[in-house]
């Protein structure tokens, strides 16, 4: 969630954890990084800063407008790939890296495709329901909702959006479509908010089922479950994984692989074995959890959410 202006002088002061995230890094001026979720460039920007002349920072993303603000860096230790970071080990391999000494990746939707009236992520606006991140393919959240089974719309609200009135907003949803076709952010919010019985306070009613939309259509939590172990295998030992999560969801899944990979493979218990030959884990983790301060949620709202996580790849080298 890279909330950055698209000009670089004002880059840093949207963007999340931004300074803990490079420092979470340990950036080495001669080594090899990868920004997962370019944004607008503002984690990019600092890490790029930070290289020295030999060193190379790879930067993905699947929104072809975060790659036509990477247009604007003029720098031959940077590349930018059109891609989710779910393939990240295709994307190293055609650029011949085979270790990296760093991966950040900053989950979820973006403040840019938030803010763009015209993506159709926020109810904020009455614009036409899109809610692709990747607007080159894939369906939009109208042309998903005029065919989805009332179960599985359900199912979604419910897993995606942890909201309690999922099954009533789905067959809501279904009940108007069949008078109109449901293809705007306003159609879809007020359609919500006639559903749902009572509301969090400070919340719009259609917060958690526009969340859930887009995690769903996005394949935001699979795409998650695909990167973590790609990021274990390329990093070289020494090298550090930071996430940052604004999701309940996304921090469950990344704090269990991290801690399960710190553990190492589990063995039965009062197996005859010494404690030399106990497998470790591949990963160590760094610290506990990061949270935004209260100064920069003052400044960014969006902040308040964010979680960062840091492991650091064991091994020794060559390994």
Known sequence: MSGCLSHAPNLFHETVLLHEAIEGLQIKPDGVYVDGTFGRGGHSQLILQKLGEIGRLVALDKDPAAVAAAQAINDPRFVMVHSGFAHLAEVLSKLAIEKVDGVLLDLGVSSPQLDDEQRGFSFRFDAPLDMRMDTSSGRTAAEWLATVDEKLLGGVISDYGEERFATQIARALVAARQEKSIATTRQLSEIVAQAV??????????????????????????????????????????????????????????????????????????????????PKGRLRLIGKAIHATSQEVAINPRARSAVMRIAERAGEAGD
């Open 197 to 278: 019985r009572t509301r969090e306070p400070g919340k719009n009613p259609a917060t958690r089922t526009f969340q859930a939309i887009r995690i769903y259509l996005n394949q935001e939590l699979e795409e998650i479950a695909r990167i973590l172990p790609q990021c274990v295998d390329c990093l070289r030992p020494g090298g550090r994984i930071v996430v940052i999560s604004f999701h309940s969801l996304e921090d469950r899944m990344v704090k269990h692989f991290l801690r399960d990979m710190a553990q190492g493979d589990k063995l039965p218990r009062n197996l005859p074995i010494r404690a030399a030959d106990i």
